[in-house]
């Protein structure tokens, strides 16, 4: 229990600062880009904000803590969040008063400017009452970011405010402030150079349009199984490549080995691939019929001599073969003032 408070009491900290951090905040605006506040919201997460979390939480280690309690203590913090991450559940009594909530957490992922900035709290919300960081719901919010943002591309996701940051940096003249670009907060900006312009889109009133892509049944069904194809993919990586027991493997081993770099391309291409079919650009279709010939090509050489391919290659090259044919039938059907 003494690790699980301190763990959290680490993640207050990590969490507030990233909020308040320009270069911190670059990697955790994944999290709240969402204008939907459900259980997908908990996986949106930018793996550089997994790397700052990683060396933030070596206190722990410090401490005198060992690997297992540390993990224990982040699978409970991860799974917790399963729970916060929630619309439907009201308030809870007197656990508001000890517990962080969904009730406290819808609040943290608020745009309106009485709530932002508060609740950074993963379990316990006495760190937020401690540290006067704590507001109460008293309506639902508006969700996602001051800014906007509306893509569905996992790219533009991770990247687009580290390039918000490096685009001031080079407009402003001082060198001072082309530091303090990345560690002021987000709402600081040099005197020289204005915030970029917002990526929301405004009706005939002037009042923000909730962001919302309108996609068939037919085009998430299509996209869903390719995900799950995209997901296997990653799983091979993981598991079939996993490193035996005292052992190494270095980063020459890894470039030089062609099943992984196929693996890795296969999923860094589908990930764009997947956003570009969700957003139904002018290109998706073509792109995606690339997708799937760059995956059967790319198996059909690299995998041909493993000891599983008598099955991997034919069960391979039907799917994208019955993909390929799904998708010439959704390019058919494409209505052409889609853009």
Known sequence: ?????????????????????????????VHHQSEELNLTTVFRASFVAVIFRAFFFVW????????????????????????????VIGKLGFIEWFLTTPSHHRVHHARNEKYMDHNYSHIFIIWDRMFGTFIEENEEPQYGITTGFESAS????????????????????????????????PAWTPDDVPHLL????????????????????????????????TLSAFAALIIIYKPKPDTQITIGELLANPQIL?????????????????????????FDGFRLIAIGTLIFLVFNAMPYSAWLLPTALGICSLMFLWLIKIGVQRKPEVS
């Open 60 to 87: 722990m280690a410090v401490a005198g803590f060992d690997v297992f309690t540390i993990a224990t203590c982040t699978l409970v913090l991860g799974s917790f969040q399963l729970f916060t991450h929630s619309r």
């Open 198 to 229: 917002n990526e929301y889109k405004v009706d005939e009133k002037g009042e923000r349009v909730h962001h919302k892509i309108l996609v068939s049944f037919e085009l998430v069904a299509y996209v869903l199984i390719n995900a799950a194809i």
């Open 262 to 286: 196929s693996l890795v391309g296969i999923i860094l291409l589908s990930i764009f691939a997947h956003a570009k079919m969700i957003e139904q650009t002018k290109t998706a279709v073509y």
């Open 1 to 29: 229990m003494i690790a699980l408070v301190f763990f959290d009491f680490l993640a207050y900290w990590f969490h507030r600062f990233s909020h308040e951090v320009n270069f911190l905040w670059a990697a955790h605006i």
């Open 154 to 185: 996992a790219y533009n996701a991770t990247f687009s405010y580290w390039n918000n940051l490096f685009t001031r940096a080079a407009r402003t003249k001082k060198i001072s402030n082309k530091i303090k670009v990345f560690t002021k907060g």
